[in-house]
């Protein structure tokens, strides 16, 4: 199977936040950002595989800054590594004020997909393919990420 570089699956969505996606004190509920999070990357690693993908896993997600109704955020995706039928997709999350330009790193996550056939059963996916120096190294990180969520699954008798 031939390999695909990362560029190929560089997938961005923005959306402004709406009241219905805030709390009473103005702060984005973090289910309307978990679910941005998974559409974009579901779209990335489409984009990979070419085939439908399934999410199998979230990595934690740390929400180090609060995200403000009426930002614009935008969530920048790409597949970092692949393995036999899964993909690690990497998102950044920055928020934006759209009065003042100022923007912020409110969020970086790791989902891992699978991609299915028709029947729903796991299918082979292209090797990833880095391209810069920037994409090699999350490569690497990637893999030890991946090699790092076997080893729990094993202490959790799993796998």
Known sequence: MEGRP??????TIAEVMMPHMANHVGNVH??????????VGAVSAIRHAQRTCVTVSVDRVDFREPIHLGELVTMYASVNYAHRTSVE????VEAENLLTG????????????VAIDEAGHPV?????LPETEEEKRRYREAEAR??????ELKKRGRR
Request: hydrophobic share 35%.
């Open 6 to 11: 990362p560029r190929l699956s560089h997938t």
């Open 146 to 151: 991946r090699a790092h969520r076997i080893a």
């Open 89 to 92: 997709v990497g998102v950044r």
């Open 124 to 128: 082979r996916v292209p090797p990833v």
């Open 30 to 39: 973090g289910g309307v950002i978990l679910g941005m999070l998974d559409r």
């Open 102 to 113: 100022v923007r912020r790193h409110t969020n970086t996550c790791y989902l891992t997909f």
